[in-house]
């Protein structure tokens, strides 16, 4: 399912280099991950499909409220008030 071209494809994405051989292990890793998720279709769920008193989180409320650290704290990438990442779609 996975081609080689296409791990290349999400490495040249993430920045990443990888060998031929490294290339070839993560197209089987990818394969055997998406035949699990093509198995998990194959589960019958039945009546719980339709439910959704199992999606009820009982935590804490959110709550908005000012941060003690400024963003020029945790991020180089802070561009007046906005963040400026390197560009990693469309290199090639």
Same mark, same amino acid.
């Given at each position: ?15 990443? *280099? &990888?060998? +031929? ?11 055997? #991950?998406?035949?699990?998720? %093509? ?7 039945? *009546? &719980?499909? +339709? ?11 959110? #709550?908005?409220?000012?941060? %003690? ?8 990438? &802070? ?14």
């Amino acid at each position: 399912m996975f081609k080689p071209d296409d791990v290349r494809k999400i490495a040249a994405l993430s920045s990443l *280099e &990888l060998s +031929d051989e490294e290339v070839g292990k993560f197209a089987e890793q990818f394969t055997v #991950i998406l035949k699990y998720f %093509e198995k998990l279709k194959e589960v019958d769920v039945g *009546e &719980l499909a +339709d439910r959704d008193d199992q999606l009820q989180v009982n935590g804490r409320d959110d #709550i908005c409220t000012e941060s %003690e650290v400024s963003p020029d704290q945790f991020s180089p990438y &802070l561009d007046g008030k906005f963040f400026k990442v390197p560009r990693v779609i469309e290199q090639n």
